[in-house]
């Protein structure tokens, strides 16, 4: 009879996420200080390697849910060498962008701004009912941080 596997003790209990983004970045500890000044992300897990790199890390934003690995860590390894495991830069840009609804766009994009990352388009009102912005942070992954101005009518 197979062995049931237990959940892991590192992250609470929860109702799954639908999806979750998964980013590879070459400097995952600059990368969760920047989501953390920028986004106010709260840093779940992070599993860090002997030599101190980390390899793998779990964060936050509102409630949503992402994770990041370094694709030089050795548990990354067998993708990056598949070419699974890419960050933008090495594919020269990134084909998914993060579009993600928050409570002030405007001050999470001037924080981006502010910390290095690069404008995407600068926050504005769209004609779809949000006011949004976007930027490039410094690993080349695309964020649009955007605020409903209005509650959609039910379907």
């Given at each position: 009879?197979?062995?049931?596997?237990?959940?892991?003790?590192?992250?609470?209990p929860?109702?799954?996420?639908?999806?979750?983004?998964?980013?590879?970045?070459?400097?995952?500890?600059?990368?969760?200080?920047f989501?953390?000044?920028?986004?106010?992300?709260?840093?779940?897990?992070?599993?860090?390697?002997?030599?101190?790199?980390?390899?793998?890390?779990?964060?936050?934003?509102?409630?949503?849910?992402?994770?990041?690995?370094?694709?030089?860590?050795?548990?990354?390894?067998?993708?990056?060498?598949?070419?699974?495991?890419?960050?933008?830069?090495?594919?020269?840009?990134?084909?998914?962008?993060?579009?993600?609804h928050?409570?002030?766009?405007?001050?999470?994009?001037?924080?981006?701004?502010?910390?290095g990352?690069?404008?995407?388009?600068?926050?504005?009102?769209?004609?779809?009912?949000?006011?949004?912005?976007?930027?490039?942070?410094?690993?080349?992954?695309?964020?649009?941080?955007?605020?409903?101005?209005?509650?959609?009518?039910?379907?």
């Amino acid at each position: 009879m197979p062995v049931a596997k237990q959940p892991s003790a590192t992250l609470a209990p929860r109702q799954l996420d639908p999806v979750m983004p998964f980013l590879y970045i070459r400097d995952p500890a600059g990368a969760l200080d920047f989501y953390c000044r920028v986004f106010g992300a709260q840093v779940l897990m992070r599993e860090t390697e002997p030599g101190g790199v980390i390899s793998h890390a779990h964060f936050q934003i509102g409630q949503s849910r992402f994770m990041i690995s370094n694709p030089a860590a050795h548990q990354a390894s067998a993708y990056a060498r598949a070419g699974w495991a890419r960050t933008p830069q090495e594919l020269g840009g990134t084909p998914v962008h993060l579009y993600l609804h928050i409570q002030d766009a405007d001050g999470v994009f001037a924080r981006a701004i502010a910390a290095g990352a690069k404008v995407v388009h600068e926050v504005r009102d769209m004609q779809w009912g949000d006011r949004v912005g976007g930027f490039q942070d410094p690993w080349g992954h695309i964020w649009y941080p955007a605020t409903p101005l209005r509650v959609p009518a039910a379907q």
